[in-house]
């Protein structure tokens, strides 16, 4: 790709071939309808219990959830998202100063997902931070525009709090200590993606980020108010997620699925793009510790359950999920137990 981003200001008419899906890999939009009973969680609740048992059964039965009334100031949430919006918006010579297709790399404008691994293209560009901890990462960010570091900074620590305080939750839901999944996951990375989808010619025919999972631990996913484009798998079937004011889509990553034996799904979502408007998202990610070894729950096996995955560290599951293509197989089915 010679432009290298698509946020570069030109207007394209059609859909170059490198984004083109072949025919049974496309999204089939008009065959989707809306998720009309997305679970939404309300963090305001005083009976923790009923907090808990809510976020149980949403990890179960969907992988995902909404949560409202969840202590992240509106204001920190504008700031970012306006932030977000002006670093698309900034030259396309002053953006590709930070480009690279290195994943390695802690700081990194790239485009689509892994432009050296896929053979088609996704209608995405993306900003990709790593945000803990915030002394070591801070002075790597983009200057541009002034208040970016600010705002991005306060964001990450509130947001931060918000995902401890999910996984306090989703461990007690798993019949666990309050602390069980802090522990385990060790001192917690946290990265950020802020997605920009521009408009497509052609939304039939392609993706913004084509069907998967993440692979960290929980992911906080802040969606723009004003375009829709994230859909989720339930039942085999996709389901359109629309924007909701002041609510967070909080997905459960890989390490979830494995740390609770498989009782709680790891969501498969993906990004539709649209003729009109461009879309922004913004997803933080908490991720295990490097060294820290997953393993399905010990008390969640006692019973004789088998552990349906052999253990391994988040460092070794990251390299992996970063040699592939997004759209392969589950890299999960890749640590099975035989
Ligand atoms: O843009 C979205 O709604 C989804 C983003 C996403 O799935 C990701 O960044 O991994």
Redesign the pocket.
């Known amino acids: 790709m010679d432009k290298r981003v698509l946020s570069s200001g030109i207007q394209y008419q059609n859909l170059p071939e490198s984004y083109v899906r072949p025919e049974s890999e496309r999204p089939r939009l008009s065959e989707v309808s809306e998720c009309e009973d997305v679970p939404t969680i309300d963090l305001g609740c005083r009976n923790r219990r009923q907090i808990v048992e809510e976020i149980g059964e949403a990890c179960k039965s969907y992988g995902f959830f909404q949560v409202i009334n969840h202590g992240v100031p509106i204001e920190a949430v504008k700031e970012m998202a306006e932030v977000a919006h002006g670093f698309f918006k900034l030259p396309v010579e002053e953006k590709l100063k930070l480009y690279s297709e290195d994943p390695s790399k802690t700081t990194r404008l790239s485009t689509s997902f892994n432009v050296n691994k896929e053979s088609v293209h996704n209608w995405r560009d993306y900003l990709r931070l790593h945000c803990y901890p915030l002394d070591k990462y801070v002075p790597e960010w983009p200057s541009n525009p002034p208040s970016f570091r600010e705002r991005v900074t306060k964001y990450c620590k509130v947001v931060r709090e918000l995902g401890m305080r999910i996984e306090e939750y989703i461990s007690e839901s798993l019949g666990l200590e309050k602390e069980y999944m802090r522990n385990v996951l060790g001192e917690q990375g946290q990265h950020m993606?802020v997605?920009y989808y521009p408009p497509c010619p052609e939304p039939e025919l392609t993706y913004?980020?084509p069907g998967?999972t993440?692979p960290n631990a929980l992911?906080i996913?802040l969606?723009d108010l004003n375009v829709a484009?994230?859909q989720v798998l339930k039942d085999g079937k996709w389901l359109a997620v629309s924007p909701q004011p002041n609510a967070f889509v909080i997905n459960i990553g890989d390490q979830l699925q494995a740390l609770s034996n498989g009782l709680y799904k790891s969501v498969w979502?993906r990004?539709v793009v649209n003729v009109e408007k461009p879309r922004l998202?913004v997803?933080s990610f908490l991720c295990p510790n490097d060294e820290a070894l997953i393993s399905p729950a010990q008390p969640l096996t006692q019973d004789g359950s088998a552990a349906i995955y052999r253990g391994f560290t988040y460092a070794e599951y990251y390299k992996k999920f970063w040699s592939r293509n997004l759209d392969e197989e589950h890299c999960l089915e890749l640590f099975k137990n035989k």
């Open positions: 993606a997605n913004g980020l998967h993440d992911t996913l969606q484009g994230l979502h990004a998202s997803a």
